[in-house]
Nanobody, 122 residues
Framework: QVQLVESGGGLVQTGGSLRLSCAAS????????TGWFRQAPGKEREFVAV????????LYTDSVKGRFTISRDNAKNTVYLQMNSLKPEDTAVYYC???????????????WGQGTQVTVSS
């Protein structure tokens, strides 16, 4: 079992930055791929970014490329999402999730955090 806890969300103005953290406990975190997803009100959950177990491979959805950076520190059992140049359309609840495959498909992730709210004001 892996327990995930997100933090770092908040209210920020357009163009601002936030860094989300996903802290893991339980089984060896470095065994798992970890991704970030988000869900805006009235919309389906969508893929944002994912990082491989070693951190050597990352994938991003097109809308965040060049603005968001995913990274991990396996010694601290933590994955980060640095979000720069934030836009109102980035407003959502952000979730981290861990699993085995490197994938953008949410249904293939085994463990989920409770989410952290990110609100970008215009």
């Amino acid at each position: 079992q892996v327990q995930l806890v997100e933090s770092g969300g908040g209210l920020v103005q357009t163009g601002g930055s936030l860094r989300l953290s996903c802290a893991a406990s339980g089984r060896t975190f470095s065994m798992y791929t970890t991704g970030w997803f988000r869900q805006a009100p009235g919309k389906e959950r969508e893929f944002v970014a994912v990082i491989s177990r070693s951190g050597g491979t990352t994938l991003y959805t097109d809308s965040v490329k060049g603005r968001f950076t995913i990274s991990r520190d396996n010694a601290k059992n933590t994955v980060y999402l640095q979000m720069n140049s934030l836009k109102p359309e980035d407003t959502a609840v952000y979730y981290c999730a861990s699993g085995s495959p490197l994938t953008i498909m949410s249904k293939l992730y085994d463990y989920w955090g409770q989410g952290t709210q990110v609100t970008v004001s215009s």
